[in-house]
């Protein structure tokens, strides 16, 4: 969850439980705020959003010892709808890009990440020691100020057009910690940057640094990747988060539902067996 986004949740749980200490909430607490949440017009997803924030700083509070201890284990959220994703076609992935050559490193930002699924702030945290330019791979750590949870630590593959960008970079800023980095530190706000972009570059949907990861898995799926590699390539705890991105874009399947209609086809020729994969 982006910076901005903790911001906005944190300004609706302090205006109702401000009053109260991390450590003196209840499982009571949280089912009254959201009801009240919900009286007052707000969207189920955003009662998650605003529940889940407070879980994290419950979480945290307690990994730092802020807190020794509390009693909101599990919790109901309620029911949301499916979300559909945004994602960029090949063409509009062509078009900013295009927009962006005179940008170099936020153009290589964009193109890694597409190619790489990871979250905008894994993206941000990335340090060249993070990269094993022999084996080809990439490695998203655990940080004490990246926040990245135990379970989503893993080892993604580099393709080539991958190794390139990073080989193309390595030679921008040689000297730099962060792969993206600017003064020693990792630049995280990159938004502003791709609203412009996405004016130039005529886009009619919106373009924002989360887009990019969905672009990914859509990608990952049209090209027949199992939507379990893809659940541990990013770094999802349930494969039921993946699976939203199968609603999301039905391109995935079509080579299926074609694959159908040719064994139909052939059924009614008496032609059962033939290799249906050609």
Avoid at 145 to 171: G, H, N, Q, W
Wanted: with cysteine.
């Amino acid at each position: 969850m982006t910076l901005g986004v903790n911001k906005w949740c944190a300004k609706g749980v302090l205006s109702k439980l401000g009053s109260k200490l991390l450590d003196e909430l209840t499982y009571a607490d949280l089912l009254n705020y959201q009801v009240q949440r919900k009286e007052e017009g707000v969207s189920n997803r955003t009662v998650n959003m605003e529940i889940g924030f407070i879980r994290r700083a419950l979480n945290w509070a307690k990994e730092v010892g802020l807190i020794s201890n509390y009693n909101i284990k599990k919790f109901p959220m309620l029911s949301e709808e499916k979300r559909v994703f945004y994602f960029l076609t090949r063409t509009e992935l062509s078009s900013l890009l295009q927009v962006l050559k005179h940008h170099p490193i936020l153009q290589c930002r964009v193109l890694l990440t597409v190619l790489t699924g990871l979250r905008p702030k894994e993206v941000a945290n990335l340090e060249w020691t993070d990269i094993d330019f022999e084996n080809k791979l990439l490695f998203v750590r655990k940080k004490p100020y990246s926040f990245v949870k135990d379970r989503e630590e893993r080892v993604i593959p580099l393709c080539e057009e991958a190794m390139k960008i990073l080989i193309a970079l390595k030679t921008i800023n040689p000297s730099s910690r962060f792969i993206f980095g600017k003064n020693g530190k990792p630049v995280y706000e990159i938004s502003p940057q791709l609203r412009r972009a996405r004016k130039k570059a005529k886009l009619e949907k919106p373009v924002y640094p989360y887009m990019l990861r969905h672009t990914f898995a859509v990608i990952s799926l049209r090209a027949g990747v199992d939507i379990y590699a893809l659940k541990e390539l990013m770094g999802h705890s349930c494969i039921t988060t993946t699976e939203r991105y199968l609603h999301t874009d039905p391109e995935h399947i079509r080579v299926f539902v074609e694959r159908l209609a040719k064994f139909l086809k052939l059924e009614k020729e008496k032609v059962l067996w033939q290799d249906l994969k050609s």
